[in-house]
């Protein structure tokens, strides 16, 4: 059965700390990993990884995926309260028919104190 | 912001009546995806579409179906609701001839009593 696991599932920091969030996973046919922001609403798009070892960056945030260890990390340097959310991970598997489907983890919830 | 709408955004039904909800998308992307969020389990792939008249099923499918007559409109009906359906239910679409990631609607919030 296809898994995504991701650690911890909450967390809380002062603005300024740097925090790392893990996501693990057990999936036959990985195409992608994607990480989503969530702030009471929709989902919003982050990142979307497919070659190991390459990073992927957008101001404070980063990630890299390790598709030998089946993991990735998403680091936030310099946490502010604006980044307190819950942090999605998915990975995407595709089928016979090319279609793709996104297995979701539980998610970590990150609270920035002031 | 993708183009993408839900209606209604939030309702209230009893056990045992049908319920439709919609999804509309104003990107003409050919991918469209209904997911449900309950705590704990993050979001579960309901049924996903790849084109008008073209769905399969997603990892919780068991008690919905779904339609799509038309690009801009995906459809997902319980025929029948039952508590363990109250959740809060999000549309995704994806532009995969051009890259795969999704992007999601609003969201529903469907209580059944």
């Known amino acids: 059965e296809d898994k995504v696991v991701q650690s911890p599932l909450s967390l809380v920091v002062h603005e300024g700390d740097t925090v790392t969030l893990n996501c693990s996973y057990e999936?036959?046919?990985?195409?992608?990993l994607l990480w989503y922001k969530q702030e009471k609403k929709a989902p919003t798009f982050l990142f979307m990884l497919?070659?190991?070892?390459i990073e992927k960056k957008s101001g404070r945030l980063s990630s890299i995926l390790d598709k030998k260890e089946l993991f990735s990390i998403l680091n936030i340097t310099a946490t502010q309260t604006g980044d307190s959310a819950v942090y999605l991970c998915?990975?995407?598997?595709?089928?016979?028919?090319?279609?793709?489907?996104?297995?979701f983890g539980q998610g970590t919830t990150l609270q920035v104190k002031p | 912001d993708a183009g993408i709408t839900q209606s209604p955004r939030h309702k209230v039904t009893e056990t045992g009546t049908p319920v439709t909800l919609r999804c509309h998308q104003t990107?003409?992307?050919?991918?469209m995806y209904w997911y449900r969020q309950d705590p704990g389990h993050g979001l579960r792939l309901i049924h996903y579409?790849?084109?008008?008249?073209?769905?399969d099923k997603g990892e919780v499918s068991d008690g919905y179906s779904v339609s799509r007559s038309k690009t801009e409109d995906f459809l997902l009906t319980l025929e029948s609701a039952t508590s363990s359906q109250t959740s809060v239910y999000f549309c995704?679409?994806?532009?995969?001839?051009?890259?795969?990631?999704?992007?999601f609607g609003p969201g529903t919030r469907l209580t059944v009593t």
């Open positions: 995704a679409i994806s532009p995969r001839d051009v890259s795969y990631e999704q992007y």
């Open positions: 497919t070659s190991s070892g």
């Open positions: 998915a990975v995407e598997t595709f089928g016979s028919s090319n279609t793709g489907k996104l297995i």
């Open positions: 999936v036959t046919n990985f195409r992608s």
């Open positions: 990107e003409n992307h050919r991918y």
């Open positions: 579409s790849y084109g008008v008249k073209d769905t």
